[in-house]
């Protein structure tokens, strides 16, 4: 029950063990076309280009802000969490000129402050997290990608803990290029990124393509007018060749995570976006109920929650790591703390994908209980957490 890695269907595991295509094989093609247009789907948008990266969900981050920054580009990244500061260590070594913004962690931005900041300074590219896990607050995007539209800067976001458990609405916000992750609420495991992004990012990775004439070299082969893109491996621009119907060769294909993406991609589109949104709100409410009864309080500002992230404040003389501990080995059951200021100060449970389900919740509302009153923890109403939730179930 951490937000992320988290439990992977065995629909996903089974897939997993078909046998092993070669990259070209017009029987692994065929599932690289159906991914992409299942990828479209779930990124709510009709991008050509909607494909995954092989390797983490960060490898999807780097591949989009190194195809998309050129060295020197003015780059604004407005930060509530951790995940904010990866992006600006990345734009930094993707040669940027970074322009940041900040809130306390907690709380997110008002669109309007983020449409400000842009107009103020200008940027070239707006990258932000849409799900901060470290704070488990959800950053609302409308009007975002209007403004990046005035002064034709890119809006970058990155969705890797909300596709597929929150509404990431790719061309209704406006947003350029959109990074996914499998290990969340996808319930794949890690080891893919699936990205999507539009024919404006299209246009600027075009602009810096080497142009294979062959007789080329260094940087003759790229547009003068433009700076080549600092990476092979992650260059969209070739990655979208051997995405497209020329297939042009680039790396080997992880074909295993692919076959498990597509089936979690299935998975997924069987039960409908708006089904699965509504399940993890669903169960949210009923975890959330659960922690009140326990007499917990919830850490950060609850109007604007991540409902697949819930993030409970570590009772004063508590050891949050012991009880972390005997939560995973007396129950099986993991939940996770957090980064940086947050460490020590809360815990996090997910509730994300295939573990995002009624019987997760029960058993660790219960468990937790039982964990705390070993911990001389003093609780308003012991056997009520679990209650509380059976209440929110029967209500909704
Ligand atoms: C998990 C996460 C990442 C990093 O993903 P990896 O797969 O570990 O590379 C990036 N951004 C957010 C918001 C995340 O939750």
New binding site residues.
């Given amino acids: 029950m951490t ?3 988290v439990e992977v269907d065995p629909r996903v595991l089974r897939a997993m063990s078909y046998p092993v295509l070669g990259q070209f094989d017009p029987e692994f093609t065929g599932l690289m076309n159906e991914t992409m247009e299942m990828l479209r789907e779930v990124f709510m948008t009709g991008n050509q280009w909607a494909y995954p990266v092989d ?7 780097e591949a989009v802000l190194v195809s998309l920054i050129e060295p020197g580009d003015k780059v604004l990244v407005p930060i509530y ?3 904010g500061h ?1 992006l600006v260590e990345i734009a930094r070594r993707c040669g940027a000129e970074v322009v940041t913004i900040e809130k306390e962690w907690g709380t997110v931005f008002a669109a309007e402050e983020i449409v400000s900041a842009i107009r103020a300074h200008q940027p070239r590219l707006v990258a932000v ?6 704070t488990g607050r959800l950053q609302p995007l409308e009007g975002i990608g209007d403004a990046c539209r005035e002064i034709d800067a890119l809006l970058v976001v ?5 596709i597929g458990g929150v509404k990431v609405a790719t061309d209704e916000w406006g947003i350029d290029a959109v ?1 996914g ?4 609420c996808l319930s794949v495991p ?1 080891g893919l ?1 699936p990205v999507t992004y539009n024919g404006r990012a299209e246009a600027k990775l075009l602009k810096r393509k080497r142009i294979e004439r062959g007789l080329l070299t260094g940087d003759e082969a790229y547009d003068p007018a433009h700076r080549p893109i600092l990476s092979n491996y992650l260059d969209l621009s070739q990655l979208q060749d051997y995405w497209s119907p020329a297939r042009l060769n680039h790396h080997t294909e992880a074909t295993t995570m692919l076959y498990a993406l597509r089936e979690g991609l299935r998975l997924v589109l069987q039960e409908g976006l708006e089904a699965r949104f509504a399940r993890h709100r669903r169960q949210e409410a009923a975890l959330v109920a659960g922690l009140e009864a326990m007499g917990l309080a919830l850490y950060g500002d609850p109007s604007c929650k991540m409902p697949v992230v819930t993030c409970i404040e570590i009772p004063e003389g508590v050891d949050g790591e012991s009880v972390r501990s005997m939560l995973l080995d007396e129950f099986g059951i993991e939940i996770a703390s957090s980064f940086g200021p947050l460490k020590g100060r809360i815990w996090r449970i997910g509730t994300m994908g295939y573990s995002c389900s009624k019987r997760n919740v029960l058993l660790t509302l219960g468990a937790l209980e039982a964990v705390l009153l070993r911990h001389r923890c003093k609780l308003p109403a012991p056997g009520a957490a679990v209650q509380a939730a059976l209440d929110a179930y029967r209500t909704d």
């Fill in positions: 937000p992320g890695p390797g983490t969900s960060r490898s999807g981050i969490g951790r995940f990866l997290v849409h799900g901060e896990t470290s990155d969705a890797v803990a909300t990074i992750g499998t290990q969340k890690s990124a």
